[in-house]
């Protein structure tokens, strides 16, 4: 058995991009990072703010709001503005579908 949501064709989002959408009711933010696929949430820890937009370099990303780094592996919060990290959820990539288990 699979609890695992398919959510976005991987050709859909762009390399060091991210495409957000919602799904049970998360706000999630599918990633990019050099062709390696991670599922967040798409809300800085820092203060609630999306993380739609933000740039995504070396497997971190970056709040577009005030520049908090985020691990994408594991959500670790890196910078002064928090320390409280960011949730990342299991993702993996099935025929070509970005695919990601919401439920803990
Ligand atoms: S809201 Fe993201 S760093 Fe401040």
């Given at each position: 058995?699979?609890?695992?949501?398919?959510?976005?064709?991987?050709?859909?989002?762009?390399?060091?991009g991210?495409?957000?959408?919602?799904?049970?009711?998360?706000?999630?933010?599918?990633?990019?990072?050099?062709?390696?696929f991670?599922?967040?949430?798409?809300?800085?820890?820092?203060?609630?703010?999306?993380?739609?937009?933000?740039?995504?370099?070396?497997?971190?990303?970056?709040?577009?709001?005030?520049?908090?780094?985020?691990?994408?592996?594991?959500?670790?919060?890196?910078?002064?503005?928090?320390?409280?990290?960011?949730?990342?959820?299991d993702?993996?990539?099935?025929?070509?579908?970005?695919?990601?288990?919401?439920?803990?």
């Amino acid at each position: 058995m699979s609890d695992y949501q398919t959510l976005i064709h991987t050709v859909d989002v762009p390399d060091n991009g991210s495409v957000a959408l919602e799904m049970e009711g998360v706000n999630l933010l599918v990633c990019n990072s050099g062709g390696e696929f991670v599922v967040v949430e798409n809300r800085c820890s820092h203060q609630d703010q999306p993380l739609e937009g933000g740039r995504i370099r070396n497997g971190y990303i970056f709040c577009p709001i005030h520049g908090m780094r985020y691990k994408l592996v594991d959500g670790e919060a890196v910078g002064q503005l928090t320390r409280v990290p960011i949730k990342v959820f299991d993702t993996r990539v099935e025929d070509g579908f970005v695919q990601a288990r919401l439920l803990a």
